[in-house]
């Protein structure tokens, strides 16, 4: 038997965190929220076999995602939000 452990992980940021041109750089548009959504559930990205369900809120003053994942770090968060927003992950 392997082990089944799953994590609840958020990451996020709101205007007492981060400035609004960083903000605007990883806010969801209606159109990057299903491109990244899809991109996600195809199972392509090597980040989908640990992220297991995700939740995005996106607002003019916050980006927030929930995640359950097999993976206990935030390594594919940051991936997906790097990778799904253009921006690089040392950011």
């Not at 940021?13 to 899809?38: C, K, M």
């Not at 297991?52 to 927030?64: D, G, K, Q």
């Amino acid at each position: 038997m392997g082990d089944h452990t799953i994590h609840l992980l958020c990451i996020g940021l709101n205007s007492h965190t981060a400035h609004v041109a960083f903000r605007e750089q990883l806010a969801f548009t209606p159109h990057r929220l299903e491109a990244s959504l899809a991109r996600l559930g195809c199972g392509q990205a090597h980040y989908s076999n640990e992220i297991r369900e995700l939740v995005i809120l996106s607002t003019c003053n916050r980006t927030e995602l929930y995640a359950v994942t097999t993976d206990p770090g935030f390594a594919p968060l940051e991936i997906f939000l790097s990778e799904t927003q253009n921006i690089p992950i040392s950011e």
